[in-house]
Every structure is written in C-alpha cells, then in structure tokens.
C-alpha cells in the first residue's frame, strides 16, 4: 500500500483564513501556483503600481502646493474673532462650550459637535438635591445628546442658566428658519 506523505487535503478559501474572501459575494483572485505559493495575475500588478504611484503623485504635489503658500495668505484665512455671548463650563470629566460655532459637549476622551442649524432644542435642568447641571441637545431627527456637569456649588447652577440663555438668544434664534 503507497502512502503519500504531507496533508491531502486542499487548503480552505473561507473567511476564516482570507477575510477578503466572501463567498457569494466576491470572486478569488486569479492567482498561478508556482512551489505552492500563490502569485498575482501579471495583469493585475501593473495596475496595483501605477495606482499606487499616482496616489504619491497626488500626496507630494499636495505637499508642495501647501508649502508654496505665503504667510499673508494664511493669516487672512484665518477665522476672526467673533464678539459676543460664549457658554462654558466644565469639571473633571465633562465640558460644555456654546458660542458663535454651536454647541460642543465632551465626556472624557468623547466629543461632539452640534452647528446651529443641526439643534432642533437644547434643554437644562438642575437635580433636585445635588450639584449635577445637566444639558440635553436635541435634533431634528429625534436625537439628543445629555452632558452632566458637577458644579462646585449649588448656586452655580442659576449663573450658569443665565450664561446659556444669552448664548441661545443670541445665536439659536439667528438660524431658525
């Protein structure tokens, strides 16, 4: 009886092992076998450099255009000042600024961002007891967003509804359609 030596089963083309593989949903790529390691189609290659070369084409001309800028130009660009109402307050582990942008909430090492035309509603409340000022930010499609923030004194809580009331006045009613 002739036994053959190594495994004889064919190797697995699944998920598992390649998970570019989907079956049902992509094709393998055409590859020849040359000593049992697969090699790229040579159509396929050129194709895969010249892509690759454009890309750092575009990267290194980008790199110049930005260099060749003049200094003048920048400091024009730059975004000016803006006068008015600005909200914010913050302790060990939450932030909440308002200004002339929107509304920005942070919670630890998460943020978002909110412009005015994309609140629908922003609401406070104090708790009853403690010295948690919370701000909810709703938007149109139903969302809202709840930041709390632990004030260092209860009576905190009144300056700080004075503070985001200007800001709102001032800017959310601006973009209301």
């Known amino acids: 009886m002739e036994q053959r030596i190594g495994s004889s089963s064919q190797p697995l083309e699944t998920a598992a092992v390649d ?18 390691v697969p090699v790229p189609d040579s159509d396929s290659v050129p194709d895969a ?14 790199a110049e255009s ?3 800028t003049p200094e003048a130009e920048t400091s024009e660009t730059e975004t000016p000042e803006v006068e008015g109402p600005v909200f914010e307050a913050s302790d060990r582990r939450a932030k909440i600024i308002a200004d002339h942008s929107g509304v920005r909430l942070s919670l630890d090492d998460q943020e978002c961002e909110f412009r ?14 403690g010295k948690r000022f919370t701000v909810t ?13 632990e004030a ?9 509804e004075t503070e985001l009331d200007a800001v709102l006045d001032t800017y959310f009613e601006e973009s209301a359609p």
């Open 19 to 36: 998970p570019a593989s989907i079956p049902g949903l992509t094709s393998p790529a055409p590859t020849d076998q040359k000593d049992g």
């Open 49 to 62: 450099v010249q892509l690759d070369k454009e890309a750092t084409e575009e990267s290194e001309a980008e």
């Open 66 to 68: 930005e260099t060749e």
């Open 116 to 129: 005015w035309d994309e609140i629908g509603a922003v609401e406070t409340e104090t708790s009853r007891f």
């Open 137 to 149: 930010v709703h938007t149109p499609d139903r969302r809202w967003y709840p930041v709390e923030i």
């Open 152 to 160: 260092k004194a209860k009576s905190q809580h009144q300056e700080w």
